[in-house]
């Protein structure tokens, strides 16, 4: 009865976009404000259905109905609560659900603001993300019913979750990848209502800043959860692999930080609007991209979906997508001229063009590694692989010249600005950065690569507190009041200027986690038995004990004891721990002692039930690694000031 209803409703759900849809087109063709009306309504009613589907797939996941096949091959008796519920989001069918229950969210709010200055591009609005969610909706419907039945006698029990998604983390990171990825239809849609309207002005990027940065935020978050997620799961002493998966969501990501950095130059200079229209309409559809990878089954990935006969229809639906955006583009091309003239190479407009560009040079080699082994297979049958050391490399300085700009543009001025005005803007920060690599030097580093990345961190922070401390004092001085007095006040008049500030601060402290890992990780292997060590990097690992006993949930769990031990003195007990499931799945837990300095991450590596006599461990020294997440905290902080921008700058 419940999976019937569940399914019915989703249908129902379907035909309503569809009408939605429909309607608003003939409306706009009629000029009908009455079925404008009826198709705003419409959509206002696809986020109730959707809640309804999928309050009855919830309630199936907890109440254990095996006779469901998503249920049955998500969720099983021993799962706690939270993950059953988490397992919406579990498997292909599930989240395909919970995407378009998010998108109707997003429309429907969309739908309850005051249309009046924005009459005409309502309807447009409507039709274009009623559209994507009619996609994703027909995919539920025709092709991944979360509401199946098996045919026969029922299983007693289900086959549960990947191993590696029975993680806490399965509670925020996919749906903050999802709200990243979902969000950015928003803005897509107004973009490509302006374009059918004709409307040039910069009105589209106002209405859709606050979504575009909330997007941001969302995918940004997405992406630092996964890399948090991978650290403490996958078990292989990182947390950034760049494996496909990952990339598909890191290329939305990139177009839309230039993206966000691009709007502020149509807005303050009238200038980039066909440039703004490329990267939106680029971001909507790498968005698509990476889910059509995810679930396609083209790609061999811990994150991806089984094989699917979606996927064909993902490529259809990007492909279509793109070529009408580009094709309206190319309509409008003429009215999209800008109303001033880039005049300085230095200017602030020049720099965050060069920005831009330094963006897409990422994306275009992120992209080229993603798809590189796909038509190797498809047209000599042979697989590539692409691995880290060849995005490390290509991308590598590209990195290094963003964080010099985030050095540099804040002390440009818009319009015109010269060597001389820069250079005088420039010299102290530059002067007081110059302590971080002397720092370093004196600490024993002599690599030029970290030395040059610490110096750039460094000038990227104290330009920018530079820049807090200039505004505050001109204020101070000119009010007579207290300086952190105008430092709040200064703040809250430029929320988006200086919560983006604070945004490039938290950039490069990840930065220096970065630079710690990727150059100065180290680590080694042994097997040994109870109260032998392991020495690396001035720590002592000593063995000191082996359990071994079954979980209530089944799982068969192998768990080390082991001393941590620095300059003779015990300092931290780890337990690391080897899984294996019912099923057979294995899942490896490391040991981690952290800190501001580093990290000692211990694993059972190889492990074959080897006795307490024979134990192999690998031991890794990640340098500084904790930062990466003291940047993540910093970076919500920044967008949150940001996002509330009532103020220009």
């Known amino acids: 009865m419940l999976p019937s209803l569940g399914y019915g409703v989703l249908i129902l759900t379907l035909l309503v976009t569809v009408y939605s849809v429909l309607i608003a087109l003939v409306g706009q063709k009629k000029q009908s404000a009455a079925m404008i009306e009826s198709a705003r309504r419409a959509m206002l009613l696809t986020w109730p259905l959707l809640t309804i589907s999928a309050a009855i797939l919830i309630y199936l ?22 993950l059953k519920v988490t397992a919406w989001w579990g498997g292909q069918p599930g989240s395909l659900l919970f995407w378009g229950w998010l998108l109707s969210s997003f429309t429907s709010l969309v739908a309850l603001r005051r249309w009046d200055r924005d009459r005409e591009l309502l309807p447009w609005v409507l039709t274009i993300s009623g559209i994507t969610l009619a996609f994703f909706l027909a995919l539920n419907v025709f092709f991944e019913n979360p509401f199946k039945l098996i045919p026969g006698i029922a299983p007693t029990d289900g086959r549960g979750l990947n191993p590696l998604l029975r993680h806490p983390g399965m509670i925020i990171h996919p749906p903050m990848q999802y709200l990243g990825f979902v969000s950015f239809t928003i803005p897509f849609s107004f973009a490509i209502a302006a374009l059918i309207t004709g409307r040039t002005d910069d009105r589209w990027i106002r209405l859709t800043r606050r979504w575009t ?3 941001w935020l969302f995918l940004s978050l997405g992406l630092v959860l996964g890399m948090r997620w991978a650290y403490d799961v996958l078990g ?84 279509f997508t793109f070529i009408v955006s580009i094709a309206l583009l190319i309509w409008r091309w ?7 003239e880039m005049k300085s190479l230095l ?24 798809i590189f082994p796909l038509l190797s297979e498809l047209f000599t049958g042979s697989k590539v692989t692409v691995g880290p ?39 102290k920060p530059a002067l007081v950065a110059l302590l971080a690599p002397i720092w370093a030097l004196a600490a024993g580093v002599t690599n030029w690569i970290p030395l040059l990345g610490f110096t750039l961190v460094a000038l990227v922070i104290t330009v920018s507190i530079y820049e807090f401390w200039r505004g505050a004092q001109a204020r101070s001085r000119k009010s007579g009041k207290n300086f952190l007095v105008e430092l709040v006040n200064l703040v809250k008049r430029n929320r988006r200027r200086y919560g983006g500030y604070i945004i490039h601060i938290s950039m490069v402290l990840m930065g220096i986690g970065i630079i710690g890992i990727e150059m100065f990780q180290t680590d080694t292997q042994r097997h ?13 690992v000593r063995y000191d004990d082996l359990e071994q006993f079954r979980h209530e949930d089944g799982r068969y769990v192998t768990r080390a ?71 993540g905290f910093v970076f919500i902080f920044g967008i949150l000031v940001a996002a509330w921008s009532d103020g220009e700058e």
């Open 347 to 370: 200017s602030r407009e020049a720099l965050f063009l060069l920005n831009n560009l330094l963006f897409l040079s990422i994306l275009v080699i992120c992209f080229w590694g993603v």
């Open 561 to 631: 004891e082991l001393t941590l031990i620095k300059n003779g003195k015990e300092i931290d007990h780890l337990a690391p721990r080897f899984d294996i499931y019912p099923d057979g799945q294995p899942m490896t837990i490391p040991g981690v002692r952290s800190t501001l300095v580093d990290d000692i991450y211990v694993i059972l590596v190889n492990w074959e039930g080897i006795t307490p006599n024979s134990t192999p461990f690998k031991v890794y020294h990640n340098p500084l690694v904790k930062w990466v997440w003291i940047g």
């Open 236 to 319: 292989w002493g990182g947390y950034w692999g760049w494996d496909p998966v990952e990339i598909s969501a890191l290329m939305p990501w990139l177009t839309g930080t230039a993206f966000l950095h691009s709007v502020m130059i149509q807005e303050k200079r009238g200038m980039l609007k066909h440039w703004n229209m490329i990267l939106i309409i680029l971001t909507y559809d790498l968005v698509l991209f990476g889910t059509f990878l995810t679930r396609s089954g083209v790609l061999s990935s811990v994150h991806a979906f089984a094989q699917s006969e979606i996927g064909p229809l993902f490529f259809i639906f990007i492909g």
């Open 389 to 427: 050391p060849f995005y490390e490399r290509a991308t590598g300085p590209i990195w290094g010249a963003l964080m010099l700009l985030m050095g540099v543009a804040p002390l440009s001025g818009w319009g015109i600005s010269t060597v001389k005005t820069l250079g005088r803007a420039i010299w």
């Open 334 to 340: 003429s009215d999209l001229k800008s109303e001033t």
């Open 528 to 540: 040994i038995s109870i109260g032998e060590t392991i020495e690396l990097a001035g720590y002592t």
């Open 213 to 215: 940065l909330w997007a």
């Open 61 to 82: 996941l907890v109440n254990e109905h095996y006779e469901v096949e998503y249920v049955w091959s998500v969720t099983n008796r021993t799962m706690p609560l939270y």
